[in-house]
Structures are given as C-alpha cells and as structure tokens.
C-alpha cells in the first residue's frame, strides 16, 4: 500500500464547476500536510498547506481529518486554468512523500 | 539566483553511461532534496542533505545513485552504468531548513536509450 493515497483521476469538469480531492495517508505521525500543483511537463509547486482546522485561500479550501488520516481539497468557481494535476504530500522525518497526483481537465 | 536551477534540462544516455545531475539551489537554503519522477507518477524521494551533510539516502534506488554536495550549496546526483527503468525526471529541491515547504527546480529529464 502506498503512503500516500489519491486517486488519479482524470476529473473532468465544466467551467464554474465545484470539484473536490481527497488523500488518505497511511503514517499516523505525519505533522504536516500540503497540496501542491504541477502543470504538465513542469515541476511541483506548493498550492496550500492543510490544517485540521481547515484553511482557505480564495477558491480553494483544504481540509485535514487527522482521525481518519484523510486530507481534502475543495475548489469552487473552476477556472480553465485551474487545469493541472494536484498532489497531496505529507511530510514523513524530514521528508515529502507526494501522492500520485488527481488530474483536473477543466473545460469551457 | 531566484529559482532553484537544473542542469542540463535534457540529457540522453545510452544503457551503460554515466550521467551527472545538477542542482544550484536558491541561495541560503540550507536543505536540498533529490526527487526521481517517472511518467504518470508522483515525485519519489531519493535523498536529502542539510548543509553538506547527507542526512537521509534511504530512497536512492541502488548503489548505482549518488549524491554529493560538498560545499553545502550546489548538488550534483550521478548515475552510474544507467540503465532504461533510470528514465525520469529528476527533481531537485530546496528549502531554508527542513522538509516543509520546498522549492522546486524545472527538473532534469533523463532518458536512457
């Protein structure tokens, strides 16, 4: 089983479109958990961290649920440039362990 | 500079060459990270210096992978004798201390014919 779980996707949606993200992760002692987006053929870049309190930044609200070890990510009013793939990471003694990534294909 | 910077940004091998990575992270980070991403996957760790102290070289796939950064700034990762499952891009990152938030580089794509 992978340390970090997401699905893959592709989520196709309309302009204007809700979509939500989820990731579950499997080390109980992680104590830090983010998004980051990648576009195609560039490198990862942090979207958001995550608390269990929830935090939001505009259209995007991210979630933690640390009793069930799930992470969310919920972006409202989709963009076309909110089309990218979006990994879940959580931080694991010093390191980043990075989910395989959900696609977004946000069309007009 | 600004970014994190990789060199080269292509490079092509054939089976059985060694190739040598580059990294010159931003100035001052103390932490750099070397990530290999396969196609359609998520960035897997592969090791972590602090300074010029390598800290965590648990992901580096065989004694084939090295990393090195000797003065605590530029990393350099060579692969020898590659061989074609070494086909990847190779991120590397930094960040001014720990495993939080990271800054990436645009990566190194490495295929190995």
């Known amino acids: 089983r992978k340390e970090v779980e997401q699905d893959p996707g592709p989520f196709n949606v309309p302009e204007g479109a809700t979509v939500a993200f989820n990731c579950t992760y499997s080390n109980s002692a992680s104590q830090s958990f983010f998004w980051y987006r990648q576009d195609c053929r560039k490198e990862p870049k942090l979207l958001m961290s995550?608390?269990?309190s929830g935090n939001e930044d505009g259209r995007f609200t991210a979630q933690l649920n640390r009793a069930s070890q799930y992470i969310s990510l919920l972006i409202r009013d989709s963009k076309l440039s909110d089309s990218a793939t979006y990994l879940c990471?959580?931080?694991?003694?010093?390191?980043?362990?990075f989910g395989t990534g959900t696609r977004l294909l946000v069309s007009p | 500079g600004a970014g994190v910077s990789q060199s080269p940004r292509y490079k092509v091998a054939k089976r059985g060459q060694d190739v040598a990575l580059r990294c010159d992270p931003i100035s001052g980070h103390v932490s750099l990270f070397w990530y290999q991403q396969a196609l359609g996957q998520g960035p897997e760790f592969l090791t972590y210096?602090?300074?010029?102290?390598?800290?965590?070289k648990s992901g580096l796939p065989s004694d084939r992978f090295f990393a090195e950064r000797p003065e605590g700034s530029v990393s350099t990762l060579k692969i020898q004798r590659t061989q074609q499952e070494d086909s990847a891009v190779y991120l590397c990152a930094s960040s001014v201390t720990g495993a939080n938030v990271l800054t990436f580089g645009a990566g190194s794509r490495l295929t190995v014919l």
């Open positions: 210096f602090q300074n010029e102290a390598q800290l965590d």
């Open positions: 995550v608390y269990s």
């Open positions: 990471v959580v931080n694991k003694i010093q390191k980043l362990v």
